[in-house]
């Protein structure tokens, strides 16, 4: 087993100093909520994110796990009590799992300081093999994406035969004791006509579903336009079916 080297070395930036305000926009909102992307790297190509011959950066300019782990700490000193480890997919980074430990020793609930939550967000192909040892580093959440149930249609989204993969990677996260949300994009023509079963299927395994409205992000060889399905849609046709309540739960970011 590998782990991080965690000690300061004089040629980094000092980000220990904390800022007595913490940091705060333009807007005078309290910056607390940190996204860290660890990779552009993937092992799908969801049709909607990237190319199937996708141009990744140079590894050279990628952060080391060490820098990451300086950069989180510099935030975490200046207010930031969230961190998201994001990617690209953040499980296929070698060693990731190092920075989870890490970063796990400054949660709250681990004895530390200032950081309330360490989440991912991931499409669990590799969870099956991660969950326990995420949850041993002290994560208790995690955001996956799944869009379909249904492999055919997995394989056309996300150009890979994964499904089973990804339904034993939610299994185990779950047998792990990680509280589950899933993140679907709804897209027209794809899965719209699935969306009410994914949230009956979600919601008797014991998890929380957001849906997504799918953006002109990144490059990719499809047309997204003939794909965009308004949320308003979706929530009408699902109010047909439930009773629909507003939450009050925040997740950090713009979901409601
Ligand atoms: N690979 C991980 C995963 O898929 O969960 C983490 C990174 S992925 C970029 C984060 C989220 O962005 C996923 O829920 C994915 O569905 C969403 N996403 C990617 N491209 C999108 C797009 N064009 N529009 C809307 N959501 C998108
Ligand atoms: Fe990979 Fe996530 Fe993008 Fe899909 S959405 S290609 S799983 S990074």
């Not at 990804?166 to 185990?172: N, Q, R």
Request: glycine letters at 6%.
């Amino acid at each position: 087993m590998t782990s991080l080297n965690t000690s300061r070395t004089p040629d980094r930036i000092d980000l220990e100093a904390p800022t007595p305000t913490g940091m705060v926009d333009a807007f005078q909102r309290r910056i607390t909520y940190l996204r860290l992307s660890v990779t552009d790297r993937c092992d799908l190509r969801c049709t909607y994110c990237m190319p199937e011959r996708m141009t990744f950066l140079p590894r050279k300019e990628v952060l080391s796990l060490e820098e990451l782990y300086d950069l989180s700490t510099g935030f975490i000193a200046r207010g930031v009590t969230k961190i998201r480890i994001t990617g690209g997919e953040p499980l296929v980074r070698r060693d990731i799992i190092d920075l989870f430990r890490a970063l796990g020793r400054h949660l709250v609930s681990r004895g530390g300081k200032g950081l309330e939550e360490l989440t991912l967000t991931t499409n669990a192909t590799q969870l099956d093999r991660y969950a326990h040892d995420l949850a041993r580093a002290g994560v208790e959440r995690v955001n996956i994406s799944l869009d379909t149930l249904d492999s055919v249609k997995f394989e056309t989204l996300t150009r890979r035969d994964a499904l089973p993969q990804v339904l034993e990677g939610i299994a185990a996260a779950k047998d792990a004791g990680l509280r589950v949300k899933l993140n679907a994009v709804a897209l027209k023509g794809v899965n719209e006509d699935e969306i009410e079963d994914l949230i009956s299927w979600a919601h008797a395994d014991g998890h929380d579903v957001t849906l997504i409205e799918v953006m002109p992000l990144g490059d990719v060889e499809e047309e997204r336009l003939d794909q965009y399905l308004r949320l308003d849609t979706v929530r009408e046709r699902l109010e047909q079916r439930w009773t629909l309540t507003p939450t009050s739960a925040n997740t950090g970011g713009p979901a409601r």
